[in-house]
C-alpha cells in the first residue's frame, strides 16, 4: 500500500526558504501527477502545486515566481522548494499521489483525483 511521508516543515522568517520533500513508501509514484496542498486554521484545503508524470508544473497564483516543485522518481520523491516565504503561506502542508494516469488538478483535493495523502509537515512564518 502506497504511503507518502512529508518532511522539511519548520519556523521560518519572512522572505526565508524551506524545502519540502514528499517520500513514497510501499511503493513508488510512476503514472503518477503529484500535488502539494496546505490548509491553514480555520480555511479550506488549497491547491498550491502540481507536477505531471512527464513533469509539466502547475502553480496556485499566490506562489508562483517564489516555490518551485520537482520530482526524482528514481528516489520516490517530490519537493517543493519555497522561497521568499510570506506570512500568509503559514499552513500545514499535505502532499498527494494521484490516482493512476490522472492529470494534476489543484482545484479540488476530491478523492476522485488524490487517492493517497501524507500526515503533514507545519510551515510556519513569523518573525
Known amino acids: 500500500q502506497l504511503q507518502l511521508v512529508e518532511s522539511g516543515g519548520a ?10 520533500s514528499c517520500a513514497a513508501v510501499g511503493g513508488n509514484l510512476d503514472n503518477r501527477a503529484i500535488a502539494w496542498f496546505r490548509q491553514a486554521p480555520g480555511k479550506e484545503r488549497e491547491g498550491v502545486s502540481c507536477i505531471s508524470r512527464s513533469e509539466i508544473t502547475y502553480y496556485t497564483d499566490s506562489v508562483k515566481g517564489r516555490f518551485t516543485i520537482s520530482r526524482d522518481d528514481a528516489k520516490d520523491t517530490v519537493y517543493l522548494q519555497m522561497n521568499s516565504l510570506k506570512p500568509e503561506d503559514t499552513a500545514v502542508y499535505y502532499c498527494g499521489a494521484g490516482r493512476l494516469f490522472r492529470q494534476c488538478e489543484l482545484g479540488t483535493a476530491s478523492d476522485d483525483i488524490y ?5 503533514g509537515t507545519q510551515v510556519t512564518v513569523s518573525s
Open 11 to 20: 519556523l521560518v522568517q519572512p522572505g526565508g526558504s524551506l524545502r519540502l
Open 115 to 119: 487517492g493517497y495523502w501524507g500526515q
